[in-house]
């Protein structure tokens, strides 16, 4: 997440380019022999957007987009070595507008069977929901999912504990790409959820109705073995399909005679994930690999939705790249990706990033006071380790081949 506007007086700078769209001009600055797509562009997100208009395998064509915009918090922000990453110093209508120019471009980008996730926080979440609603239509509006973001907050005296931000999700169509996520089974859930055990096969179920809400005028809304189903209900399935089920040993029968139909553990794909998500802090403990860019995201959470809303090979962009975690999920799950930022220090920690990786957050911990093992600052300067035979990153391999472009 990055923006080079530090004026709360935005709007005019950020929201049109001050470059014609035909004028607009970038060229790749190192060698990339690869065929799939995986850019990274040093400029003004809008200008890199109006320049894929023009871009035939880009345009229309890309299947998935996450980005993690300013928040118009009103601040600076710097990385863990104190460098200076971005500035998000907007007025509510020039936020607004900067982020209609871009979203305006990200639904044409989009491809038929696309989805964009925007991840805000409180402050705007309302605002760019009405915006979006507008733009990619309120019956492409897939969900808002909640997001745990840091540990609990004791320090707070007249509100609530500001412990969560916000995804808005969204599609191009009616029919997006759709991978149900799902999480495995813990053991507790599953005595709780699954709680019977069959006879002869020993396989784990529970016992749900054999009916579903709703009237019907044809079979499944008949007598099944002289049974009706409950007033306001239907049979789930044909009474041919239940003799069948039955025969089989997959009904179970209560004393009182009715029937229920049995669902085996070894039959689920798991629990499916629902809209509040709490297993994806930001930076949860000194072991959490980070590249010290402030508002760096989880890169598991990135895999979920990579994952979810697109397929290996399908065409990823991040105009907000930020630290690149969302290139580097990409890369790892096989997809094509396009990465932005505006920022020297953005493109810095991307670069050093696909050479070195991450490193665990506790390495940015320095001690004050050698006599005091227990005296630590989270922000105490430490600089990346380097080899006795240093290397600029401009002259190391990255372990992700890409294209650097830079706007002529």
Known sequence: MAVS?????CSSMSSLSVIPNDKIRFKCVNQYDGEDIKRLYHADNLDVLNYLLNDKQVCGKVDLIYIDPPYNTGGAFETRDFKHAYNDNYTTEGYVRFMQARLELLHILLSEKGSIYVHLDS???????ILMDKIFGEKNFRGMITRKKCKSKNFTRTT?????DYILLYSKTNSPTWNRPYEEWSDEKILKEYPFIEEGTGRRYKRVPCHAPGTRNGSTGKPWRGIMPPAGKHWQYTPEKLDEMDAKGEIFWSSNGNP???VYLDQSKGIPVQDIWLDFLDVNNQNTSITGYPTEK???MLKRIIEASSKPGDLVLDCFAGSGTTLVAANELERQWIGVDIGDESIR???ERFIKGTKPLGDYVTKKNKDNLFTHSLFDKCAFEEND?????VDSIPKIQYQLFEEI
């Open 260 to 262: 229920r139909r049995k």
């Open 389 to 393: 035979e240093e290397q600029s990153i």
């Open 349 to 351: 920690v991307i670069q």
């Open 5 to 9: 506007v530090t004026s709360n007086i």
């Open 123 to 129: 402050n705007m979440v309302f605002h760019i929901k």
């Open 160 to 164: 609530y504990g500001n412990i969560s």
């Open 298 to 300: 989880n890169l598991d």
